[in-house]
């Protein structure tokens, strides 16, 4: 088994900018491919590190539980603060301490809201890559794009345009509106969001995956008005929201919050498999394969052959 390469970690989503070697579908896939391989590595990094500290945590509450001194040896200790501008005298917005329990808690945020984040990065890379596939194929095939997507340009002056050109274009399209426009223009790929043989419907998870980046990045992960949430959902997906289809459709959009632990909060962490106990299963990786599955198959279905 050869060494996994860990590449430099991005410090966002590379949406501008040059290729340094000649635009081909393969190229893109394979440097999609890389980031979210970096992405996945330091999401595991992050899991196995509070995980330790939760194993350590439970040690030390089993070695101390019958200590006279258990609560004060146990917690942990935080003063607050910050300078005064015109003194520079310390003030202080916190300060306490922390008892083995809300540790334990605070170290189940912080994994969640470190899965959030590497989630919004996934989302991020795979618009990148969406954008510049479809600039690719706007470039190859003058019948794909809409008119619109031209802007002023005429139609006799698209044979002077590269890549560049055409990806400029496509960097400020909502990637979901690119995916309903290879929705209507390769039928192999429309029958693949519906009909896959993983079971999953990608007319509904990628703009989940979407509205689930927007609430990370603007909302600190929360969602107030879950009807809402799960309105635009629909909306984005192009299914009609009847009663039929949400019933089908709530375990997954339900599936993304817990309100007895964290209320109106995107949840990430790990579930337990209710049939096999030994099992756990990973929504991280169940949204991040729903974007590197797709990204693979428009590769392979998305250019006129």
């Known amino acids: ?37 970096t992405i996945h590595l330091f999401q595991r990094a992050a899991g196995d590190l509070i995980e330790r500290e939760l194993e350590k945590l439970v040690e030390l509450d089993e070695a101390m539980k019958d200590h006279p001194e258990k609560e004060t040896w146990t917690s942990s200790y935080h003063a607050l603060g910050f300078p005064n501008l015109e003194d520079g005298r310390e003030l202080f917005f916190g300060h306490g301490r922390l008892n083995i329990d809300a540790r334990s808690r605070f170290a189940l945020l912080h994994k969640n809201r470190q899965y959030q984040w590497w989630l919004a990065a996934a989302f991020e890379e795979f618009q990148d890559f969406m954008r510049k596939a479809y600039a690719l194929v706007g470039s190859k ?14 139609l006799s002056e698209l044979d002077d345009k590269d890549f560049d050109w055409f990806h400029g274009r496509a960097k400020g399209k909502d990637v979901i509106d690119i995916v309903k426009q290879i929705r209507a223009k390769r039928p192999r790929l429309r029958e693949l969001e519906e009909k896959n043989a993983v079971e999953t419907d990608l007319r509904i998870m990628l703009p989940l995956i979407q509205q689930l980046r927007h609430h990370i990045v603007h909302t600190g992960g929360k969602v107030i008005d879950q009807d809402l949430f799960k309105e635009k959902v629909f909306k984005a997906s192009g299914i009609a929201a009847n009663e039929a289809v949400e019933s089908q459709y709530r375990n997954a959009l339900q599936g993304c919050f817990r309100q007895d632990e964290l209320p109106n909060t995107i949840y990430l962490l790990e579930a ?33 052959t």
């Open 141 to 154: 095939d003058r019948d794909f794009w809409p008119l619109s997507d031209f802007g002023k340009v005429s």
């Open 272 to 304: 337990q498999d209710t049939q096999v106990p030994m099992m756990r299963h990973s929504r991280f990786r169940l949204f991040s394969n729903c974007l590197l599955a797709y990204a693979y198959a428009v590769s392979r279905h998305l250019l006129p």
């Open 1 to 37: 088994m050869t060494e996994l390469e860990l590449p430099q970690m991005p410090s966002g989503p590379v949406d501008g900018g040059k290729l340094d070697k000649p635009v081909d579908m393969q190229t893109l896939v394979d440097a999609f491919a890389g980031r979210m391989r």
